[in-house]
């Protein structure tokens, strides 16, 4: 299973969803790698996200955004963006591609909720976006277990 977390800038949110996702993954077979809608490529992690993944064990010192492409999409087996704008702005840029594209939250059952950007506030907010996605992305291990465990279902119930 290849997931794709996706964002705005590609430097806070979805950089941290993809090490806490490969991070503490309790399948070697599932992998993340995350871009953004709005970037350049090459940035790196905002230093906030950096000192956050840092205090959590986790690294984002070889993270560097990318911008979307089409390749990608098709890489992905997965989709995730962090809010419901991004999802839209996607699936109007590809929609090729709208039936593997879902808000992350929504995705897990949590629909409405999205993932708070902490770009440009304090590292309590960092704290708090960090705290959310641990959450979530335990919510989608259980989510994708599941769907192993029962193949035949739809897997966006």
């Keep these: 299973m ?52 840092e205090a959590r064990g986790l690294s984002l ?15 992905a ?12 702005e996607l699936v109007g840029s590809y929609p090729d591609y709208a039936g593997k594209v879902y808000v992350l939250a929504e995705y897990v059952g949590m629909p409405g909720e999205e993932v708070l950007d902490p770009y440009g506030l304090t590292a309590d907010d960092y704290l708090e976006t960090a705290n959310q996605l641990v959450r979530l992305i335990q919510a989608l291990f259980d989510k994708l277990a599941w769907l192993e465990q029962n193949p035949k279902s739809d897997n966006r119930d």
Excluded: Y
């Design 77 to 88: 087996d997965l989709v995730l963006t962090m809010t419901s704008k991004q999802k839209e």
């Design 61 to 75: 010192g070889h993270h560097r955004s990318r911008q979307i492409n089409e390749a990608m999409l098709d890489a």
């Design 2 to 53: 290849r997931i794709l977390f996706v964002c705005t800038g590609n430097t806070c949110r979805s950089p941290m969803a993809e090490v806490m996702f490969n991070g503490h993954t309790p399948n070697r077979e599932w992998e993340a790698a995350s871009a953004g809608i709005a970037t350049w490529d090459g940035m790196m992690a905002t230093p906030l996200a950096f000192d956050e993944m």
